[in-house]
């Protein structure tokens, strides 16, 4: 479907300008906040599962693409087998999946390596879902959801060997609180895994900041840590034996991917809003995906593997 040019622009810029696309929710309205990650992941489920998740996987991230990789799917079990690898999983650790998606990940690891998981989501119909996944997959005895808030959960301390993260962490306006509570979730001896994106340095010049708040918007992400960052965060609340590791090169065929999707999907996506057909959230996601790519390249940020015991 071809949409004119001059009408995609003159549209595209009516949202850039409204309040609609401005990034209004103070990191310290942690409930403000809250709806708008629900609002997103809600408005944008169906998106991710026509273009995005395979029945296989039921992963929403990026793949981790190695010289072997012969399609996205494959590329996102990888993912999963980079950070069991990583987290050193063994077939009786009790893991945690600190912002499960649909359940992807957790219902891959005790599938494939017989691990006992609990993955806590915000929004109820992620876990309503993750546990109709798990029935249908006979994993439902090594496998349960709850709703809760990564940052704050009812847990006891020491409850978990494994505090596992994908893509979640970015969500957090004070990824510190999250740290903290990892820290405190975690066994003596316990680890914590998280693959997800940094941000490159702080600060960027003002234009580079703009570019890339304009992607994090779009996908209810506050702001980004650098290494540095996070690292320091990490110790001060109690994690040694930190690593962080740049994987930028293995998810850029997954960045690119998504970009050329949104080629497509945003212009159509523009006209539908304009009619009222897709929620501004999905606009939104769309055009995000196409950003992601732009300040990736544009060395804005990396995507990184991070461990802590």
Same mark, same amino acid.
Request: glycine letters at 6%; hydrophobic letters at 40%.
């Given at each position: 479907?071809?949409?004119?040019?001059?009408?995609? $622009?003159?549209?595209?810029?009516?949202?850039?300008?409204?309040?609609?696309? $401005?990034?209004?929710?103070? *990191?310290?309205?942690?409930?403000?906040?809250?709806?708008?990650?629900?609002?997103?992941?809600?408005?944008?489920?169906?998106?991710?599962?026509?273009?995005?998740?395979?029945?296989?996987?039921?992963? &929403?991230?990026?793949?981790?693409?190695?010289?072997?990789?012969?399609?996205?799917?494959?590329?996102?079990?990888?993912?999963?087998?980079?950070?069991?690898?990583?987290?050193?999983?063994?077939?009786?650790?009790?893991?945690?999946?600190?912002?499960?998606?649909?359940?992807?990940?957790?219902?891959?690891? !005790?599938?494939?390596?017989?691990?006992?998981?609990?993955?806590?989501?915000?929004? *109820?119909?992620?876990?309503?879902?993750?546990?109709?996944?798990?029935?249908?997959?006979?994993?439902?005895?090594?496998?349960?959801?709850?709703?809760?808030?990564?940052?704050?959960?009812?847990?006891?301390?020491?409850?978990?060997?494994?505090?596992? !993260?994908?893509?979640?962490?970015?969500?957090? *306006?004070?990824?510190?609180?999250?740290?903290?509570?990892? =820290? $405190?979730?975690?066994?003596?001896?316990?680890?914590?895994?998280?693959?997800?994106?940094?941000?490159?340095?702080?600060?960027?010049?003002?234009?580079?900041?703009?570019?890339?708040?304009?992607?994090?918007?779009?996908?209810?992400?506050?702001?980004? &840590?650098?290494?540095?960052?996070?690292?320091?965060?990490?110790?001060?609340?109690?994690?040694?034996?930190?690593?962080?590791?740049?994987?930028?090169?293995?998810?850029?065929?997954?960045? =690119?991917?998504?970009?050329?999707?949104?080629?497509?999907?945003?212009?159509?996506?523009?006209?539908?809003?304009?009619?009222?057909?897709?929620?501004?959230?999905?606009?939104?996601?769309?055009?995000?995906?196409?950003?992601?790519?732009?300040?990736? $390249?544009?060395?804005?940020?990396?995507?990184?593997?991070?461990?802590?015991?």
């Amino acid at each position: 479907m071809g949409v004119p040019r001059n009408l995609a $622009r003159s549209i595209a810029n009516k949202y850039l300008i409204s309040g609609e696309n $401005r990034h209004v929710v103070s *990191p310290l309205d942690s409930a403000a906040h809250i709806r708008q990650i629900v609002a997103y992941y809600e408005d944008t489920y169906l998106d991710y599962r026509v273009w995005w998740t395979s029945a296989a996987t039921l992963a &929403m991230h990026y793949g981790f693409w190695g010289e072997q990789t012969s399609s996205h799917a494959d590329a996102q079990i990888n993912m999963n087998r980079m950070l069991a690898a990583r987290a050193e999983l063994k077939s009786n650790d009790h893991v945690l999946d600190a912002g499960c998606g649909v359940g992807g990940s957790a219902i891959w690891l !005790a599938q494939e390596l017989g691990v006992q998981v609990v993955g806590i989501s915000l929004l *109820p119909s992620e876990v309503r879902r993750g546990r109709s996944f798990a029935q249908q997959r006979g994993v439902a005895d090594r496998v349960t959801f709850e709703r809760q808030d990564f940052t704050h959960t009812n847990f006891p301390d020491g409850s978990f060997d494994v505090i596992w !993260a994908i893509e979640s962490i970015c969500h957090a *306006p004070n990824k510190r609180e999250f740290l903290a509570e990892a =820290r $405190r979730l975690l066994k003596p001896g316990g680890r914590l895994v998280v693959a997800d994106g940094f941000r490159s340095r702080r600060p960027l010049n003002s234009e580079e900041e703009r570019s890339l708040h304009r992607w994090l918007s779009g996908w209810a992400v506050p702001d980004l &840590m650098t290494a540095d960052e996070f690292a320091d965060a990490a110790r001060q609340v109690g994690f040694a034996h930190m690593r962080l590791d740049n994987i930028t090169a293995n998810i850029q065929p997954s960045a =690119r991917r998504m970009y050329h999707l949104a080629q497509v999907l945003y212009p159509v996506g523009i006209i539908q809003r304009a009619l009222r057909l897709v929620t501004y959230p999905q606009l939104a996601n769309a055009r995000s995906a196409l950003e992601q790519y732009q300040t990736l $390249r544009r060395g804005l940020w990396f995507y990184g593997i991070a461990t802590a015991a």
